[in-house]
């Protein structure tokens, strides 16, 4: 079974930054690509970013464009979203997910939940003001 577990999550300050780390366990079929959510207080969970097979790939949601960015190192079979310029409005649970690709699609970069069929249990990120 595989398991995305997360860390690093924090508070920080207004403009500050933070890396969030995704180690994931566990042995998949399938190649997997990888992404981040977030849900903040009485709001719906929304995609931040994503990171194809290959890695090379990636996608973000328009407001954090520039200011974060999605990574892998295979070696260690973890995923980083290097989160920088924060803003109050980035405050979240964060999460990490895992799309299992087939072999046809490693090019692909996924962004709605239901292509993400492993979760971890998030962390929280604060951005004071």
């Known amino acids: 079974q595989v398991q995305p577990v997360e860390s690093g999550g924090g508070v920080v300050q207004s403009g500050g930054s933070l890396r969030l780390s995704c180690v994931v366990s566990?042995?998949?079929?399938?190649?997997?690509?990888m992404g981040w959510f977030r849900q903040a207080p009485d709001r719906e969970r929304e995609f931040v970013a994503a990171?194809?097979?290959?890695?090379?790939?990636?996608r973000y949601t328009d407001s954090v464009k520039g200011r974060f960015t999605i990574s892998r190192d295979e070696v260690e079979n973890t995923v980083y979203l290097q989160m920088s310029s924060l803003k109050s409005d980035d405050t979240a649970v964060y999460y990490c997910?895992?799309?299992?690709?087939?072999?046809?699609?490693?090019?692909?970069?996924?962004?709605?939940?239901?292509?993400?069929?492993?979760w971890g249990q998030g962390t929280q990120v604060t951005v004071s003001s």
């Open positions: 997910a895992a799309s299992p690709q087939l072999h046809s699609e490693v090019a692909h970069v996924p962004f709605r939940d239901w292509e993400f069929h492993y």
């Open positions: 566990g042995r998949s079929a399938v190649p997997l690509a």
């Open positions: 990171l194809n097979v290959r890695a090379v790939g990636t």
